[in-house]
């Protein structure tokens, strides 16, 4: 079974600009969670969908958005990237009936570089 | 607010000896899983072990088990027979089943030396 693929793995923007990230969950779940990962900040939990649906949300600014599709894909898009949104981003997904048992199962991560 | 804190930024254990990681929490409800995920270098987060909040039961995953005090909000990771390809990032989490929001600490960086 393939486990979460994120893409890009690797990206450089300048500020100002936006992205798109993207993640395949692990085929059957339909839970996708997605956190920022910093050397300062550490994990930070971004927002959380299942179904379409944001189920849950961390506290980042508006420019953070995501979605998900009805295959469970999801994309996170930050607008307006500053210095500060340079990260390693991670999205996990969970088997049905664990989300809030932290069954998580993450990707390798998108890398963010802002300039 | 829930928070989760590990006091040990960097921790080294010889090949074969045991090490025990730490961890703290603060949260006020009854209903939660608390976890230890492992970040290898420039690898994905997996799953190491996962202990209930209702279970008295210390969680234990061979090699791996943890002490669950649930009166002292801690909750620490005993790796025994430490191997090298152990050296990696830890990573105490939280989560209840009120918020849904798995809340991570800072994470334990840990060196296994031959």
């Known amino acids: 079974k393939a486990g979460v693929t994120q893409t890009p793995r690797y990206l450089i923007k300048t500020r100002g600009q936006q992205v798109t990230l993207s993640c395949s969950p692990i085929?059957?779940?339909?839970?996708v969670s997605w956190y920022q990962q910093t050397p300062g900040q550490g994990l930070q939990f971004l927002f959380e969908y299942f179904s379409e649906t944001q189920r849950n949300k961390g506290n980042f600014p508006g420019r953070f958005s995501g979605r998900q599709f009805s295959n469970s894909r999801s994309e996170m898009n930050v607008s307006t990237l500053e210095l500060g949104d340079s990260a390693l981003y991670l999205c996990a997904s969970s088997p049905p009936g664990t989300t809030f048992a932290g069954e998580l199962f993450f990707g390798e991560g998108s890398r963010l570089t802002v300039l | 607010a829930q928070t989760v804190t590990q006091s040990q930024p960097e921790m080294s254990v010889q090949e074969a000896e045991t090490v025990t990681l730490s961890c703290t929490y603060d949260t006020s409800e009854n209903n939660y899983y608390l976890f230890w995920y492992k970040q290898p270098p420039s690898r994905q987060m997996i799953l190491v072990i996962r202990q209930e909040a209702y279970k008295q039961q210390n969680a234990t995953e061979n090699r791996f088990s943890v002490n669950f005090q649930k009166a002292a909000k801690s909750f620490s990771l005993k790796i025994s027979d430490s191997q090298l390809g152990d050296t990696a990032m830890y990573f105490c989490?939280?989560?209840?089943?009120?918020?849904?929001?798995?809340?991570f600490g800072q994470g334990t960086t840990l060196q296994v030396k031959p």
């Open positions: 989490a939280f989560i209840s089943s009120n918020t849904g929001k798995l809340i």
């Open positions: 085929s059957g779940h339909r839970s």
